[in-house]
């Protein structure tokens, strides 16, 4: 065995591999840069899943104006006086600051009452503002401007506002303008906003300022090596200040879980229903979940979440000094991290056993060592590095590397090849230095549950509807299903169309056919929510069909070596099929077959009668889940 050589030996073999990954680099980033953008928040989203604290959070509470307020209470906007009964319960029970996410841009009669109310119980209030260029719309009067001589540069410029109407002007204000990503998810948010050349700051500043009877100093260009790029100075946050990045916003830190907040509804709070002195002392935020309020987010940890969940995180964030700073020379950094490891995949290249599993093997390593390496950092010292783009390049190298080593390599079998030829037959010899793959099926038998959800009449709706809006009605449901599926410990087969095929029993996991049921009445009820209701110019309704059969099957990989596919084939995904089609005939949106019938009970079935199905030589007997069930 060959020894490892030295850099000297390492590094100038290695230049031509690193000039090309660089390159490809160079050209994956600049026509991907959106999609390695997204990978990069994504991948967070994943480190503040796997570490949000649980831990009870009883400094901030929130109060939210639900679906059962609305139900109890009528239906929003409230009366000025239902609001300053609520911001007085709040008082009452303790609390020491009061955050609305609520906008009042109209006036009313009860505007003196309630701004006088609001100033005892200290309350803020909020506002938004438009930073697309093309929206120029405006509501209200805005207010809470900080005395600065002019606005940064680099802070968000806006267009239009939706503010509180001129009588609230004495009330301190903050924005609740959110910075939307690409992918719909909100993960940062700006701290300052300029309008007309003044600056507002963002309601969980104000609220802090209010809290701690501090003022906001003009931001600051950042110093030291883990500096931000700007820092706003202020004794309401951590002795190095506010971190902000180039943009002017500042990172939502998700590092405890939504559960962990304690969620009062609006109704209770009235209605004197609060625990005693869970409030004492308190910051209460006050908004709202309802859907039809329109205040949903989409979160690392939910496509729909109510926007108080922002300013709750911010503001634990900063009490905790947990806010993820980005050091303005990350760049620097994630540079210095690419060197050296192009360094070391160049001295472990020169190994001479199997070097290109070692390459590829260390590419990947260092791919998931520097994502690790990004969480540790992120969730213990709150430092933000992009290991993306370092982590692309360390991979292009490694596999550039790998196929010059695998090109020397191939060259040494070649020359092995012919040796072994003149004394040993070519099939031989071809054996000796290759290994062909293997076509063979790679499948079991098992009992699975299937589950089989199509979309009625969605023909019909593609036809008289935009194509984007048909794709995100197929979209949300796939979404949702998915959602479900996972949810109850099922797993998805395929997409089909406008169809989705789930199973259980798949895997390792068992087929559970009372899961499969459970999940088929969730996904009807919340196809009722997902799916858009009949219009007008509608030949007919989106409905859904579902059918369900349990029985045996063949799961596993079928095809050749080259592409391989993975299929649970046998009656119950058949039964499952047909099950479905038979609900339109016999108007139940779900239909189960023998098979699962006989192994699920407790359920009402209604028994639909024996049919001989098509494509079976065996009448089978068909159940249905009572429609009033799923009402209930």
């Not at 609390?95 to 009669?109: E, G, H, K, N, Y």
């Not at 509501?139 to 540069?153: D, F, H, I, K, T």
């Not at 969620?263 to 002392?281: C, E, F, I, W, Y």
Request: proline share 7%; net charge neutral; glycine share 8%.
């Amino acid at each position: 065995m060959r020894r490892l050589v030295g850099w000297g030996g390492a590094l100038p073999s290695a230049l031509s591999p690193a000039l090309i990954a660089a390159g490809l680099w160079w050209l994956i980033c600049l026509v991907f840069a959106s999609t390695l953008t997204a990978l990069e928040e994504r991948s967070s989203d994943w480190i503040w899943r796997a570490s949000a604290s649980t831990v009870r959070e009883s400094r901030i509470i929130l109060v939210d104006i639900d679906e059962v307020s609305l139900a109890q209470l009528g239906p929003w906007p409230w009366s000025r006086q239902r609001v300053a009964e609520l911001s007085d319960k709040l008082a009452a029970e303790g609390a020491s600051l009061q955050v609305l996410d609520i906008i009042f841009p109209t006036s009313s009669s009860g505007d003196p009452k309630l701004v006088e109310r609001l100033k005892k119980n200290n309350a803020v209030l909020a506002q938004t503002f438009a930073l697309d260029a093309n929206v120029h719309a405006s509501s209200g009067q805005p207010a809470g401007s900080l005395s600065w001589a002019a606005c940064p540069a680099n802070l968000p410029v806006a267009q239009g506002f939706v503010a509180n109407e001129a009588a609230f002007g004495s009330l301190p204000v903050g924005h609740i303008t959110p910075h939307i990503e690409e992918d719909g998810n909100l993960r940062r948010q700006p701290a300052l906003i300029c309008y007309q050349d003044k600056v507002y700051p963002a309601l969980f500043i104000v609220a802090l300022s209010k809290a701690l009877s501090v003022g906001v100093s003009p931001i600051e260009a950042g110093t030291g090596l883990l500096a931000p790029a700007w820092r706003l100075p202020s004794p309401s946050f951590e002795k190095s200040g506010l971190p902000l990045d180039s943009q002017g916003l500042v990172r939502v830190p998700w590092a405890l879980h939504p559960d962990a907040f304690i969620s009062l509804s609006a109704a209770d709070v009235l209605a004197g229903r609060t625990p005693k002195n869970l409030l004492q002392n308190a910051w209460v935020i006050v908004g709202s979940s309802a859907l039809g309020l329109n205040d949903r987010i989409a979160t690392p940890f939910s496509g729909n979440s109510a926007g108080l969940m922002v300013h709750a995180q911010l503001l634990r964030g900063v009490l905790d000094g947990v806010i993820p700073t980005q050091p303005r020379l990350a760049p620097a950094y994630t540079t210095l991290i690419a060197l050296l490891g192009t360094m070391l995949l160049a001295t472990l290249g020169r190994l001479r056993r199997k070097p290109v599993f070692i390459l590829v093997l260390s590419g990947l390593a260092m791919v998931f060592a520097l994502w690790v390496v990004k969480g540790w950092l992120l969730t213990r010292y709150s430092l933000w590095f992009e290991w993306v783009s370092p982590a692309l390049y360390l991979l292009l190298f490694a596999l550039c590397m790998g196929l010059f080593e695998y090109a020397r390599d191939r060259l040494e079998r070649d020359r092995i090849y012919k040796h072994l030829a003149s004394y040993l037959p070519g099939p031989v010899a071809a054996a000796l230095t290759q290994q062909a793959p293997s076509d063979a099926i790679d499948a079991d038998r098992r009992i699975i549950t299937v589950l089989h959800a199509n979309i009625r009449n969605f023909a019909v709706y593609c036809e008289t509807r935009p194509p984007e809006e048909a794709a995100a009605v197929l979209h949300a449901f796939f979404s949702m299903v998915t959602r479900l599926v996972e949810a109850h410990g099922g797993m998805i087969e395929t997409f089909q169309g406008d169809a989705i095929v789930a199973v259980w029993g798949g895997g390792a996991e068992a087929a559970n056919p009372e899961q499969a049921l459970v999940t088929a009445v969730a996904i009807l009820q919340e196809s009722w929510k997902t799916l858009p209701p009949p219009q007008p110019d509608e030949l007919a309704p989106l409905v859904l069909g579902i059918g369900l059969e349990t029985g045996m099957a063949t799961v596993g990989s079928f095809g050749l070596a080259r592409r391989r596919t993975h299929l649970a084939i046998g009656h119950p995904v058949t039964m499952a099929a047909l099950l479905q089609e038979m609900t339109i005939e016999l108007a139940h949106p779900i239909l189960l077959g023998e098979g699962i019938v006989a192994s699920v009970g407790g359920h009402r079935l209604v028994s639909q009668g024996v049919f001989l199905l098509e494509g079976l030589k065996t009448p089978c007997h068909i159940y249905a889940y009572p429609l009033r069930d799923c009402v209930e």
